[in-house]
Nanobody, 122 residues
Framework: QVQLVESGGGLVQAGGSLRLSCAASTRTATTYYIGWFRQAPGKERELVAGISWSDTVIYYIDSVKGRFTISRDNAKNMVYPQMTSLKFEDTAVYYC???????????????WGQGTQVTVSS
């Protein structure tokens, strides 16, 4: 069983920055692909960024390219999305999740954190 815990959300003004964190309970989780999803009210959950264990497969949704950077520290079982130039439309609950391999589909992610709220004021 893998447990994932997100932190770092909060309220920020448009143009500001936040760094989220995802802590995994086991080292095994660090060999998984870690994805960061978000879900805004009334919208479907979408994959925002993802990173493989070896950092060789990194994904960003087009709307965050150039603004978000995802990284991981396998020694600490941590994954960090650094979010800059935040926009009102980035407001959502952000979740980290783990999958056996890279995937854009939430159904392929077996383990999920509880989510952390990011609110960007315009």
């Amino acid at each position: 069983q893998v447990q994932l815990v997100e932190s770092g959300g909060g309220l920020v003004q448009a143009g500001g920055s936040l760094r989220l964190s995802c802590a995994a309970s086991t080292r095994t989780a660090t060999t998984y692909y870690i994805g960061w999803f978000r879900q805004a009210p009334g919208k479907e959950r979408e994959l925002v960024a993802g990173i493989s264990w070896s950092d060789t497969v990194i994904y960003y949704i087009d709307s965050v390219k150039g603004r978000f950077t995802i990284s991981r520290d396998n020694a600490k079982n941590m994954v960090y999305p650094q979010m800059t130039s935040l926009k009102f439309e980035d407001t959502a609950v952000y979740y980290c999740a783990s999958a056996r391999g890279p995937s854009l589909k939430s159904k392929d992610y077996a383990y999920w954190g509880q989510g952390t709220q990011v609110t960007v004021s315009s």
